[in-house]
């Protein structure tokens, strides 16, 4: 059974860092597009980056500060935050696109989600 389970969220004050863990059971990454999503209270979700084995993509709101990256030995994605701001509090989510692009395809719809994890970030 294909499962993603996010963790790492918490309470950060602004300017802090926190790192995300996505952890995928039931499946490999290889041939899977990984998504980093948010929905703030009140908000649309919004995809905050896509990555393949080859290739990462960021959102504008999130550039420069946040980085995915994979480790395949533990077949867990992560998300590294830097920098954050009250405007990062939102629930974040992990899913999953099964697709052999090397080119990440996350807008074109993700085919399993996590619960999420909470992040406020707040002084």
């Known amino acids: 059974q294909l499962q993603l389970v996010e963790s790492g969220g918490g309470l950060v004050q602004p300017g802090g860092s926190l790192r995300l863990s996505c952890a995928a059971s039931g499946f490999t990454l290889d041939y899977h597009h990984i998504g980093w999503f948010r929905q703030a209270p009140g908000k649309a979700r919004e995809g905050i980056s896509c990555s393949t084995g080859r290739m990462r993509n960021y959102a504008d709101s999130v550039k420069g500060r946040f980085t995915t990256f994979r480790d395949n030995a533990k077949n867990t994605v992560y998300l590294q935050m830097n920098s954050l701001e009250p405007e990062d509090t939102a629930v974040y989510y992990c899913?999953?696109?099964?697709?052999?692009?090397?080119?990440?395809?996350?807008?074109?719809?993700?085919?399993?989600w996590g619960k999420g994890t909470l992040v406020t970030v707040s002084s």
């Open positions: 899913a999953a696109r099964r697709d052999h692009s090397f080119i990440p395809r996350c807008a074109a719809g993700m085919d399993d």
